[in-house]
């Protein structure tokens, strides 16, 4: 062992500025979609300029490239320090970082290129999904290693916080993205139907709180006390924070299956513990707030404690609202609304921004070596975020209130108040140009801080000086905690056992065990999250998958049957233009939303669903009983022209679906993949299933031109195209299937002359 | 106990950062003692009237409500001449067309326009119709539908008494002759000649 060590610093600078970038660029992301969203052909009619293209790159360069690497930049800080030890290892650092930046530029790229499962916040594809499962597994081995080598005999608080959240993130990382490759850039999600559905939501709720919240609130125990030069309020607190926020957090993600198909219970449970959540999240607010006491000069000397402050107050402010969204009766006004989306960049990345920022500036000048260029930008850069984000918040918060409460008013004889849909994306277009205005807001803050972090970086020292550390022994052997004996004599037995376990002896003697304490960390995620996911997969119950041979499925859920050749690869146009960012997919259990949409959905009619695309909001209206709704040449005309069949419409043109061929040679791929997820189809089905494709798109073309008046189909410069051969037709087939199984008489089997070619023709 | 940890004795210390033996706050374990009481109040209110807790069963009295609403006042229609006609000739039951207009306008506007002159479906103001003779044609249109021409069937999409009110909705628009889609099909009679 050598005598003498120092820490790495030079990992930490490259973290903080990958941070910077990818915030940038992440943010100039976030504007362009608030743009798009309100002027949807802004800058040209390019698929990859839409919302549904760029919304969940910002979302996913938010979370995995800002916070993700701003992360880094504060565990590789703090973690040593806390250990007395440097990092385990440089070259493990090394790979981590430069890994992490090739991976989030090949996930932003396919992104791009539509490559995407369509699943919310588990976007990136099966080869960027493994690569970061890769990549993080190095983190955790030079984590987890430099835990093990450490001179300190305990853990610090941060330390237990970033342990929960490597290992938590790990499982919600592998579990949620369970897949089957289709190819090289496709693939379809392991579980189908409402199945998919919980594991989307579990993962997303997972992925919001444990690797955004739970490593940031672990930055805080380390950077504020330290920037305040005052000690964490409480232990206790500390324990009970972490302990009780995971099951809480991972239980409360059921409550957004409020008036969905899944099972009431789990709705009520979402409810119970969305509204206990508050409790671990405010003993976080609590012991921030309270370790400041005492520390006023400190305040308004260092700009970091000021981004704290601000960001604690925030974070408070999130878990109140999302324990009151939680509750059914503030559901109910919120839920699938313009707000439910922006949840989760609002809340959840709003505080951690500020919080991350914050330690930015903690961090900038020691390790560059300079002081910090101006505690005025620094200042000026907290109010312009601030209001940004408060601006994004209120703007969504409003267009949700407002949007839900025209979709839900009926008049006093019965009907809706506001039949045509439009109407409510009429109203909410003032809010969501403040919307622009905070995302601008942002942006100019986060300018101020690139710049200000980048003229304290053009003052630092020729060579870094390197502070090098006496190397320290292991901490002496000391013998293990052991359980006390309870002092109070004359009580029950439970009440003496109490006693001890809340002397936190146990937990004392946890800190010394870095893998013990990862091992608990894991059960404490596991239990929770197979609570949260039982409803698909509790014997009997009533969600309907894939899993059951499709005859099982006709005998007890009537005439569903699985998705034609063509319907499915519509589907896929469906998936890969990000249509689910604005349109939802499921019928909720409320009166005013069955008399626009019909019946409301039963967890059986997506059974043939990969992935499901429930979505989260309308902007544009639901599409889960969209076929037979319209004609086949409105839905053409539809697509290509928005704005013209509805005036007001703010849906980009897909007018380039019309043109783009249709592509069949994946069909065998993808029915094959789907045979070995769920016996959809037969070998016969996907032997014929190009030639029917083939039948059912020309078929399909022929109606529009009967219904277009006989007159064919004409491209923006005029030209006539036969659609019989393009991707459009595909996606109107799918649009046209919609919802319709339902309604449909049961087939008698082996009726039909076509039965052997796929079942669910018509 | 004290509440200022700079009086507690450290736990431990890392790095120059103390941890304080503070006790948890007494203001955070009330809030906890509050959420642990509405958790077990709200369990145990859903276990004893369990339809309060319910969505179904708030479905089902939103639904129950409404049919009683809608049905108390016309009670059921049949889709006959008489019962069509007498939404456009009795003036108490004049309000119910705008209760037709209301629903033509969710599910009817897309093709046939606002005020019936017409888009990619026809132009429903003037005299000529394709598919209607006479005026229960109307509603018996609205239950097979058109699918070939792209209209689709509202059997079960709508409630009788709805495509009854649609019906009459739309039979009232007739001679307005509305600027819209040019005439299709043929002239017919008016309603009151073309038999019931």
């Known amino acids: ?762 | 106990m004290n509440q200022d940890p700079s009086l507690q004795e450290p736990v431990d210390e890392f790095d120059g950062i103390q941890i304080a033996g503070a006790p948890i706050p007494r203001s955070w374990a009330r809030l906890f003692g509050a959420g642990l009481f509405f958790a077990a109040s709200y369990l145990f209110l859903s276990f004893a009237w369990p339809d309060w807790a319910s969505a179904q069963s708030e479905y089902e009295r939103a639904e129950a409500a409404e049919i009683e609403r809608q049905f108390a006042e016309i009670g059921r229609l049949e889709p006959d001449y008489g019962t069509i006609t007498s939404f456009f000739t009795d003036p108490a039951k004049e309000k119910w067309l705008s209760v037709g207009m209301g629903l033509f306008n969710v599910h009817c506007a897309t093709c046939h326009a606002r005020g019936g002159m017409g888009l990619s479906g026809p132009n429903l103001t003037d005299d000529s119709y394709l598919r209607i003779k006479k005026l229960t044609d109307i509603p018996a249109l609205l239950v097979t539908g058109a699918v070939a021409a792209g209209m689709p069937a509202w059997e079960g999409r709508l409630s009788k008494n709805e495509m009854v009110l649609v019906s009459a909705y739309v039979a009232s628009l007739r001679g307005q002759n509305l600027e819209g889609k040019e005439a299709q099909g043929t002239i017919i009679p008016s309603w009151d000649q073309a038999g019931r």
């Open chain 1, 1 to 762: 062992m050598p005598s003498h060590f120092s820490y790495d610093e030079s990992i930490v600078r490259r973290f903080l500025w990958a941070t910077y970038s990818w915030a940038l660029f992440a943010i100039l992301i976030a504007l362009a979609a608030a743009l798009r969203l309100r002027w949807p052909s802004l800058g040209g009619d390019l698929p990859w300029l839409n919302h549904g293209y760029l919304q969940p790159l910002s979302n996913h360069l938010a979370v995995f490239g800002l916070v993700g690497n701003a992360v880094f930049c504060g565990v590789y800080y703090s973690t040593p320090r806390l250990c007395k030890s440097p990092m385990y290892s440089r070259s493990l650092s090394a790979l981590h970082f430069w890994g992490w930046q090739a991976m989030l530029i090949a996930g932003a790229a396919s992104l791009l290129l539509g490559v995407r499962q369509g699943r919310e916040l588990a976007e990136f594809e099966w080869p960027v999904d493994l690569a970061l499962a890769a990549l993080w597994l190095i983190f955790a081995l030079n984590f987890f290693g430099t835990l093990i080598r450490r001179s300190e005999r305990r853990l610090y608080i941060a330390l237990w916080f970033y342990s929960a959240a490597i290992v938590a993130f790990g499982i919600f990382h592998l579990v949620g993205n369970l897949a089957l490759p289709v190819g090289l850039w496709d693939s379809y999600p392991a579980f189908g139907g409402v199945r998919d559905v919980l594991l989307q939501r579990w993962h997303a709720n997972g992925v919001a709180t444990f690797f955004v919240a739970v490593p940031v609130i672990g930055m805080m125990y380390y950077f504020l006390p330290k920037a305040a030069g005052r000690p964490v309020h409480s232990y206790r607190l500390s324990v009970v924070h972490l302990w009780l926020w995971i099951p809480a957090a991972i239980l409360a993600g059921s409550h957004p299956s409020h008036y969905t198909p899944l099972p009431e219970w789990a709705s009520t449970m979402g409810l119970l513990f969305g509204t206990l959540a508050l409790l671990p999240l405010l003993a976080g607010v609590f012991n921030g707030l309270l370790s400041l006491r005492g520390a006023r000069e400190k305040l308004a000397a260092e700009p970091a404690l000021k981004f704290f402050v601000v960001a604690l107050l925030l974070f408070g402010l999130t878990a109140l609202e999302q324990s009151l969204f939680s509750l059914r009766w503030f559901h109910v006004h919120l839920g699938f609304t313009d707000w439910s989306a922006q949840g989760m960049q609002a809340g959840a990345l709003g505080w951690g921004l500020l919080m991350v920022f914050g330690v930015l500036y903690w961090m900038a000048p020691r390790v560059f070596q300079a002081p910090l260029h101006s505690q005025a930008l620094a200042t000026r850069h907290l109010w312009f975020a601030t209001a940004g984000m408060l601006l994004t918040a209120v703007s969504t918060y409003a267009a949700g209130f407002a949007q839900s409460g025209m979709l839900q008013a009926l008049s006093p004889d019965g009907q809706l108040l506001y039949p045509e849909f439009i109407e409510t994306v009429e109203r909410m277009e003032p809010f969501h140009l403040l919307r622009v205005a905070g995302s601008g807001l942002l942006m100019i803050g986060t300018l101020i801080g690139a710049y200000n972090v980048f003229l304290t970086w053009k003052t630092r020292p020729a060579t870094y000086e390197l502070e090098v550390h006496p190397a320290e022994p292991p901490p002496a052997t000391e013998p293990m905690e052991t359980r006390p004996e309870p002092t109070l004599t004359a009580v029950l037995e439970t009440a003496k056992k109490w006693e001890v376990f809340s002397t936190l002896w146990w937990h004392r003697r946890g800190e010394r065990q870095p893998l013990r304490f990862a091992a608990w960390a894991a059960v404490a995620v596991a239990l929770p999250s197979a609570v949260q996911l039982a409803p698909g997969w509790l014997p009997g119950s009533t969600v309907g998958s894939a899993g059951v041979s499709a005859a099982n499925l006709a005998a007890s859920h009537g005439p569903i049957t699985p998705y034609t050749p063509l319907e499915l690869l519509g589907r896929e146009v469906y998936v890969s233009e990000g249509c689910a960012q604005c349109h939802s997919q499921v019928v909720r259990r409320l009166w005013a939303e069955t008399k626009r949409y019909d019946a409301f959905s039963e967890p059986f009619e997506f059974a043939f669903d990969y992935p499901s695309q429930w979505g989260t909001r309308r902007i544009g209206p639901d599409l889960a009983r969209q076929g037979g709704r319209r004609s086949t040449q409105w839905l053409v005309q539809h697509l290509a022209n928005p704005a013209e069949s509805v005036p007001g419409s703010t849906m980009p043109a897909y007018a380039a679906t019309m043109e783009a061929p249709l592509d069949l040679s994946s069909l065998a791929a993808r029915m094959g993949a789907l045979r070995l997820l769920g016996e959809h189809y037969t070998e016969v089905d996907v032997s014929g299933a190009a030639a029917h494709a083939e039948a059912q798109a020309a078929d399909l073309a022929e109606v529009f031109v009967a219904q277009n008046g006989d007159e064919p189909y004409r491209d923006g410069r005029g030209r006539v195209m036969d659609l019989a051969d393009r991707q459009g037709i595909a996606l109107v087939a799918y649009l046209q299937r919609l919802g319709v199984d339902r309604f449909k008489e049961p087939e008698v089997p082996a009726a039909n002359a076509d039965t052997e070619v796929a079942r669910g023709a018509r």
